[in-house]
Structure formats: C-alpha cells, structure tokens
C-alpha cells in the first residue's frame, strides 16, 4: 500500500531563512504528488503537483518542490520564508490508475516563521 | 463561482445524537469526497462518490453514511455520534476524469465535537 512520510511535524525558521518540508513516499510506480497548504482555520488550497513531466515543479507564492526518484522524495523548499508563510503544510500522494480521488495525505508540518 | 461550500461551520452533539453535514459545489465536478482531519494524522478519507447515484467507502467509514442524488450536493451523515468522531471534516470536489494531475478542490471545513 502506498503510505506518504512527512519529516518533521513542527519545523520552525527564521524570517528570510531558507524553507525544507521534507516528504517520502512508498510506492513501486512513480505517483503524483502534491503539496497543499492549510492556513488557520481554512482548508487546503494546492500549492503545486507533480504529474511525471518537469521533476522541478514550481508553485504559488515562491515555493517549489524536486521528485527525485531515486530517493522516493518531493521535498518542499522556498528560498527566502515570509511571515506569511505561517501554516500546516501537507504532501499527498495518487497512484496512476488510481481513482482521482483517492489521495493519501501525510500527517503535516506546521511552518512557523520567527520574526 | 462559490467554489466548494460546506455547513455548518461549527458544531457540538452529544453521545447519541444525529446530524447531516452539508457540502455543495458550483463547479460540475463529478468527484466529491470526504475527509477528516485529526492531528498529527492529516487526512483520512470516509466516503467518495464517482457521481450521481455512485458512492463508495474510504479509508475510515464507519459510523458515516452518504449519497449523492444530485451533481452538486454530496451529505455526509452521522448516524449516532460518539466522542471518536470529534474532528474537522472537509469536503472535496475535482473533475471526472482519470488524469492524474487533476487536483482536489477543499471546501472550508466543520468543526465537530461530540460530547
């Protein structure tokens, strides 16, 4: 069965810092991925997808994520954090021929960011 | 468009007690589902429907009850409300399709308690 990982539940940085949210899945084929974001009492809106073409996929608000398959990885970076960033932050796997809506969720990261 | 909309915002029950959580979405989405969301245990999914007249059960369905009459609307009932089932449900909504890449629209959450 395909699982998801997340490294790490709290993760906190420094404002300017450098952004790694670390995820591993297990799967034998490739999956698609997905990072969502989750702000304060608000539900989750998409931040990027991973869907076997470009290995580096950029997303909304300066983040990006790298599928390395050999390491079974999607990490999250951001090169510079805002305050803004403050949320729960949550990788989501999808097998191919999978039903669409069957995404497994990790347990999530809390960002925080120190002034 | 309004998107995925869910009711209540807020709710308490006590031990016992029935309700129906509502989700609509204005999109033509085939695929609704639903989710609870605990901490440190991300996402789990109850109940998805592939379409009007079709539902099937997710990772955690127990105690819940669906259907989906209709494109837009997708209730999730409890039937006799326990403690075990105090968490934030969201609904989802994403085209038919079997695309990969296609993402979860997520509406804004109910917060249950159960007493």
């Known amino acids: 069965a395909q699982s998801v990982t997340q490294l790490g539940s709290h993760v906190s940085v420094s404002e300017g810092a450098l952004v790694l949210l670390r995820c591993n899945y297990s799967?034998?084929?490739?999956?698609?991925l997905f990072w969502y974001v989750q702000y304060p009492n608000q539900g989750l809106q998409l931040l990027l997808k991973y869907t076997s073409a470009a290995t580096l996929v950029k997303g909304i608000n300066g983040f990006e994520a790298e599928f390395k398959k050999s390491e079974t990885s999607f990490h999250l970076t951001k090169p510079s954090a805002h305050m803004s960033d403050a949320a729960e932050y949550f990788c989501a796997v999808r097998l191919p021929r999978q039903g669409a809506q069957k995404l497994v969720f990790g347990q999530g990261t809390r960002l925080t960011i120190n002034p | 468009n309004a998107g995925v909309t869910q009711t209540p915002k807020f709710q308490v029950l006590k031990t016992g007690q029935s309700m129906t959580l509502q989700c609509a979405q204005d999109?033509?989405?085939?695929?609704m589902s639903w989710y609870r969301q605990d901490p440190g245990m991300g996402l789990r999914l109850i109940h998805y429907?592939?379409?009007?007249?079709?539902?099937d059960q997710g990772e955690v369905p127990n105690g819940y009850n669906v259907s989906r009459s209709t494109t837009e609307d997708f209730p999730l009932r409890l039937l006799s409300a326990a403690p075990s089932q105090t968490s934030v449900y969201f609904c989802?909504?994403?085209?038919?399709?079997?695309?990969?890449?296609?993402?979860?629209?997520f509406g804004p959450g109910t917060r249950l308690t159960v007493l």
């Open positions: 429907s592939v379409g009007a007249g079709i539902t």
């Open positions: 999109m033509n989405h085939e695929y």
């Open positions: 799967s034998s084929v490739p999956p698609y």
């Open positions: 989802a909504s994403l085209p038919g399709s079997w695309t990969g890449g296609n993402e979860q629209f």
